[in-house]
């Protein structure tokens, strides 16, 4: 069910250099969300800027001395007039928000159909990775999650998100830098490669991944040649967020009969696909 209305905000706390985490109070959406979803937020009541902006969904928590999960973190980084005007919320003030919206990972694999989770994450493309984790984490029914890879990618070693919270969760984590000042010098991929061609049996595993696009278009190459499922979560400009506007749209191959291809919205249909559906 989609909540609409105001949210108190909890705290609203720089992580590093511009990158912001804002936590919100909302017990009736935390029961109905799932990894990869998405929530609209206003950020503020004026008409500019006009449009609300999406944010997926970080990871869900508890409020202290409460028993139950009812708290939202959403990841951001401040990178416009929107996300500098949220980034100035502050504790005990309110929020217009929508959500949860969009279709998110599924992380609830067959028990009959053993399957190890890779998870790759590009910059900001950890934000909704952290809940599929806690998600894995609860639903620990098929493999062990010491054995679970968390591949994280980012240009510099202070650009670097989550590794603790991945850690925290028991996750093996891998780090790639573009400028090599933390783990490997390279890409995300790079790391996939390897882990990959080290991996005696491939089909055994699920790719899920956020990131840029030309990562996640790497991604559905390599889920291709080695046969195995590949989930990612697209990153695209939404203006409604309610699948209205068919401004999110990106091509896909063939469901319509007697058709190449067929335009879904990264808002309505997404933001998950399965990556071979993505025609680039």
């Given at each position: ?11 609203n ?36 800027p006009f ?70 994450a ?13 998600k ?63 991996t ?81």
């Amino acid at each position: 069910m989609i909540f609409q209305g105001k949210v108190k905000v909890i705290k609203n706390i720089k992580v590093i250099k511009s990158y912001y985490k804002i936590t919100i109070s909302c017990p009736s959406m935390v029961k109905d969300a799932n990894p990869g979803q998405f929530i609209e937020i206003k950020v503020t009541d004026n008409y500019e800027p006009f449009l609300r902006r999406p944010f997926s969904i970080h990871q869900v928590t508890r409020s202290p001395g409460h028993q139950v999960t009812s708290n939202i973190e959403i990841l951001y980084e401040v990178v416009g007039k929107g996300t500098e005007l949220l980034s100035r919320i502050g504790r005990g003030e309110y929020l217009d928000v929508i959500g949860p919206l969009g279709n998110g990972f599924d992380y609830r694999l067959p028990i009959t159909d053993y399957r190890l989770p890779i998870l790759v994450a590009g910059g900001m493309g950890v934000a909704p990775l952290v809940f599929l984790a806690q998600k894995l984490q609860i639903h620990n029914t098929q493999y062990t999650i010491h054995n679970t890879l968390v591949l994280i990618g980012a240009k510099t070693k202070a650009q670097l998100l989550c590794e603790k919270e991945f850690k925290d969760l028991g996750f093996s984590v891998k780090i790639a830098t573009d400028d090599g000042s933390r783990g490997l010098k390279g890409k995300v991929t790079d790391l996939l490669k390897e882990a990959l061609r080290l991996t005696i049996n491939q089909k055994r595993l699920t790719i899920f991944s956020c990131g840029p696009r030309p990562m996640l278009q790497e991604i559905a190459a390599l889920s291709k040649r080695y046969n195995i499922p590949a989930w990612i979560s697209l990153e695209e400009h939404m203006a409604c967020g309610m699948g209205a506007c068919f401004g999110c749209a990106v091509k896909t191959r063939y469901s319509i009969p007697n058709t190449q291809y067929e335009y879904k919205r990264v808002c309505k249909e997404g933001p998950v696909f399965d990556a071979k559906e993505i025609i680039w």
